[in-house]
């Protein structure tokens, strides 16, 4: 799967089933270097973008990608990492409270990345990633009780989601790297407006289109929003969990 869909080498350990909130997942970044890091500070904005921009039709997706401004970029070398799902914001003070804060950031709003204490880190230094996966679940309530439902791809193929990673370092050397996904509104989407709790918004996972993966992680922040979109209603299926 990840030589193929994601031009990366496989994990020496094969991935669980399901990834669960502070427990390891895979998450795919570029390789960093010091020149990547000096870009990265480089083009960090002063002034933050407008969050409250509505979010874009899942029509849009099927228009032209964005391309990436790196002229000046080094050549992109991807890498598979091991990571804590649920993002630990740097400025947190122990691994205690890392592990309380990152239960609550598996998934971060996409029209907050600029503005939030707990993501814009990561944002404006580029710390962009993919999240590869086959499927995500979500609860279907609309018999009025909650049914697992698994949504994937209609081809097959696993889907690539954009996320963002970060690195946290505590007073005595500890060490972790997490990631989280970035999830975009869904109360129009054909398919998704159909799950999570009733009269919730909708969220999904802003699932990337596949030639888009490259200029994704390359992308300077404020170009990087246009990726953030719904994934187009008939590009998955939703089949539910049968109870083993």
Not at 43 to 64: I, L, M, N
Not at 150 to 160: H, L
């Amino acid at each position: 799967m990840y030589p193929a869909a994601f031009d990366v080498a496989a994990p020496e350990t094969p991935a669980g089933p399901a990834v669960w909130p502070r427990k390891p997942g895979l998450f795919i970044r570029r390789v960093q270097t010091a020149e990547v890091l000096a870009l990265a500070l480089e083009r960090a904005p002063e002034d933050t973008a407008d969050d409250r921009a509505e979010p874009a039709s899942e029509a849009a997706v099927a228009e032209a990608e964005p391309q990436p401004v790196m002229a000046d970029a080094p050549p992109l070398v991807l890498e598979l990492v091991s990571g804590q799902f649920g993002l630990v914001p740097p400025w947190v003070k122990s691994a205690s409270d890392a592990k309380l804060r990152s239960t609550k950031l598996v998934n971060a709003r996409a029209e907050a990345v600029t503005t939030s204490n707990n993501f814009r880190n990561a944002w404006f230094k580029g710390q962009r990633c993919i999240v590869p996966m086959m499927a995500f679940q979500e609860d279907d309530w609309r018999s009025g009780k909650a049914v697992p439902t698994r949504i994937a791809r209609v081809d097959g193929k696993p889907m690539g989601v954009a996320g963002l990673w970060e690195r946290w370092s505590g007073a005595d050397g500890e060490e972790i790297v997490s990631f989280t996904l970035l999830t975009v509104n869904a109360n129009s989407h054909a398919l998704m407006h159909r799950y999570q709790q009733p009269g919730a918004e909708k969220r999904m996972p802003a699932v990337l289109n596949e030639g888009a993966y490259h200029a994704w992680l390359t992308a300077r922040p404020e170009k990087a929003r246009e990726f953030l979109r719904a994934y187009p209603a008939n590009w998955l299926t939703a089949n539910p969990i049968q109870k083993k």
